[in-house]
């Protein structure tokens, strides 16, 4: 749900996707939800635990999100291409900046996943206590 939301947010920006077929881009962004088991427990009763939900992108999808402050600089550095030349860049000033466009945010309200991810981790936790109700009839 979260990762159609976010590419359709990142549509309709009309924003700069990707350099070339070299480069990852923007549209490629992924989202995951991670579930951790409970530690030393191997009772039947345990049940996966809800950790996080995280979103995945290049870093340029991020910079488009928050924004570039005016007057930041840029370091200077040198890269390796493929091929395997090394080139030098010079820093320099944003001037301008670059306005955010908090379209994350926007994709994560836009898309349900807070609503689902409450009920469903509600739900969850829910038949977790009961089931430990259970367990604790049998030890009595």
Known sequence: MLESSLRNKIHSLKIHLGMDDRFPSMIDAT?????TR???SKKEWAVNEFSRLSITMQKHGYIQNYGIERGTARKGGE???ESGKTYSFKS???KKGMEEQDYIADAVLSSGV???VLSEVAGIRGKHILLQMKFLEKTF
């Open 38 to 40: 409970n530690k030393g």
């Open 79 to 81: 890269r390796t291409s």
């Open 31 to 35: 989202a995951e939800s991670n579930f």
């Open 114 to 116: 807070v609503n689902f």
């Open 92 to 94: 320099h000033v944003y």
